[in-house]
């Protein structure tokens, strides 16, 4: 992300952004159902490091699935426990083997995945 406009800025901006995507079409992608999490701020790319930044954002997911978080509900006047998960992230293919640890460049560029002796093929 480049908020200035100058190609030759010392330093890189990486928004993070959660969508809460269990609404309807039209209110998934607005404005007001997106969170603005954090910013990763660096003098270079964070690349292969994201995980680094990334990581009091996976604790917290982590908690969300597992424990939950009590919340409350304005509309009933109750109180409930919450729980969320990650269903997927959108980005280009370098920072999705940087994301998921794999390698993209050349040869090895297919993502594979074995889950019970059985080898899943992932295309994007």
Known sequence: ??????????????????VIYNLPPRLCMKRKCM???????????????????????????????????VVYNGYRNETFKFHAMLCCTINDFPAYGNLNGYSVKRHHAMLFCTINDVTLLYIS
């Open 1 to 18: 992300m480049n908020p200035f406009g100058n190609i030759s800025n010392q330093h890189s901006l990486w928004p993070v952004l959660l």
């Open 35 to 69: 969170m603005f999490s954090m910013m990763i701020f660096d003098p270079t790319q964070p690349g292969n490091d994201i995980d680094v930044h990334l990581s009091p954002l996976i604790e917290d997911l982590i908690n969300l699935w597992d424990e939950g978080v």
